[in-house]
């Protein structure tokens, strides 16, 4: 990657210097409490904060968080991860009430050397995601007016182009963080030469969602695994009933010819927890993949699959990419498929790399080692948008 990175910046001295960090601070959070629910991607960043600090950098710190529409909304506001972030620092972490105007302003104009300010969110301004480039621009100058060099290190959100992704770069000495650099070292490894056999394992809900990057991984790998909710689209590209259950019927005819072309290669669940219905308490049971009931929705995959999975998974393999958790495994009862092939790849001898998004969050929320993986990436879409050759403007405006 022809990339300056953060080893780059600290040789020439950060000591004094303001350093706005663009980080992807957006964690889930409790919709009663406000409380963080998993401070994974808070951590992630702590390589590229501690070593500025160290140095003597005053931190200035973005993000976003949620999808808020423009303007400031409670809901969306960064002050629960200032304090977690503070906490995991060891350090308060000052923080600014607006992102770029007088609250921003004086917070980090008060930074002492080595000190951490955090700004509100980006998307409380609609600067931040506008497609008119002079307002996008407009406020990238402000941003950009807060720093005096620019640390990328946002994977999950490099694939937008967006003001503090884009735009910023272009106006200030940049470089990629810890994080980013690592995270694009381990996925061009993949879209590289893998060590084989190379097994891809995909869930989550639709086919749309992962038509492209089935497209693009289709001719490379050795063994593709499809659980989740799309799953049942293939299944019934087979001919199989499939109930209730998640269906795009625009996509049957893709999966119909994906399953051709990708013949010995595509591996398909022959077993589902089929349920009465979507909830937590549902009546629910293992059914064949080729006889589910009209009147039932499939959950998660069987333990029959998971086995099947599972062996794919042990034998042999030396490379491994997981995205998408292959059921409902927010509830208890239908979390046997993902932590069953979680476990499976936790405990294969390959290099192992799990996607983001909803893998990473079940890799925590199901309490497995993260030390068993890999590599665990922070961005769900950018690392699908990666494989899949995409240009993504936050790396191609690190290389500008």
Known sequence: MSIRNLDDLLAEGVSGRRVL???DLNVPLDKQTGAITDDGRIRAVLPTLGALVSAGAKVVVCSHLGRP??????????????GRLGELLGAPVHFATDTVGESAQATVAALADGEVALLENLRFNKGETSKDDAERGAFADQLAALGDAYVDDAFG????????????PARLPHVAGRLVLREVEVLSTLTGSPERPYVVVLGGSKVSDKL???????????????????????????GHEVGTSLLEKDMVETCRNLLERGAGKIMLPVDVVAADAFAPDAAHDVVPADGIPSHRVGLDIGPETVAGFAA????????????????????????SGTRGVAEAIAESEAFSVVGGGDSAAAVRLLGLDEKSFGHI????????????????????ALEN
Request: aromatic fraction near 8%; include cysteine.
């Open 69 to 82: 529409k423009g303007a400031p909304d409670p809901q969306f506001s960064l002050t629960p991860v200032a």
């Open 157 to 168: 959100a490099v694939h937008r182009k967006h003001a503090s992704v884009y735009d910023v």
């Open 312 to 335: 794919a998974l042990r034998t042999g393999t030396r490379t491994i990419f997981w995205n998408g958790p292959m059921g409902v495994f927010e509830m208890a009862a239908f979390a």
């Open 377 to 396: 990436s922070t961005g769900g879409g950018a690392s699908l948008e990666y494989l899949e050759g995409k240009t993504l403007p936050g790396i191609a």
């Open 212 to 238: 492209a990057v089935i497209e693009a991984l289709l001719p490379t790998v050795d063994r593709l695994l499809i659980g989740g909710g799309m799953c049942f689209t293939f299944l019934k590209a087979q």
């Open 21 to 23: 960090v663009r980080a």
